[in-house]
């Protein structure tokens, strides 16, 4: 599969080129048509991605291509590139912005029956009332794109290693343990 090459479609078209994505569109129609789309998204318009990892300046670069495969299945082939300052997990400081990016391909269907007929190379995405919501989809890729733990290098975190240690290592004592049951043995021996 490869982006904008029509690849004898009878039905390709251009390359539907915008820097505004709509919210929702008709995916079998731009796909039995080939129709490429192109845009940026801001992360503040991304309510999930905004609650995991905080308010971000810039957005996210969106291709996504609508086709039809050898087995008349209507997928999109895309990807996502933008760049994100995380939260240190040892420090809690923002991180320098890194770059994030991913492909995709997703299998258009109607059901979540058929989305398990669904070939392995395809994530399935279900399609309601032929409309699907662009930001929703993007919004799930970007999430998946991101890391689950992120450190400052060492040298630059303002908390060192030896800062993280849980607490002080409890002395050993040469009392013995005292059980938290034995209340309980001293009212049984009495009854």
Do not use: W
């Not at 004898?8 to 251009?14: K, L, Q, T």
């Not at 999930?48 to 957005?59: D, F, M, P, T």
Request: with cysteine; proline share 8%.
């Amino acid at each position: 599969m490869h982006f904008d090459t029509g690849r004898g479609n009878p039905y390709y078209g251009a390359p539907m080129l915008t820097t505004r994505l709509p919210t929702k569109v008709e995916p079998y129609r731009l796909a039995s048509a080939g129709k490429r789309l192109e845009g940026v998204i801001p992360l503040a318009n991304m309510p999930r991605v905004v609650e995991a990892i905080g308010a971000q300046e810039g957005g996210v670069s969106v291709s996504m291509t609508f086709d039809i495969d050898t087995q008349r299945r209507s997928f999109i082939e895309g990807s996502i590139a933008f760049e994100a300052s995380l939260l240190c997990q040892r420090c809690l400081g923002p991180t320098e912005p890194e770059p994030l990016s991913s492909e995709f391909l997703l299998g258009l269907v109607t059901s979540d029956a058929l989305a398990a007929q669904l070939p392995g190379e395809y994530e399935p995405v279900v399609v309601e009332n032929e409309q699907l919501d662009l930001l929703t989809v993007i919004e799930d890729e970007v999430l998946l794109v991101l890391p689950q733990v992120v450190y400052h290098e060492e040298a630059d975190c303002a908390v060192s290693r030896d800062q993280l240690a849980s607490g002080v290592e409890p002395e050993a004592s040469d009392a013995p343990a005292v059980n938290p049951f034995s209340v309980l043995r001293t009212l049984k021996d009495k009854h």
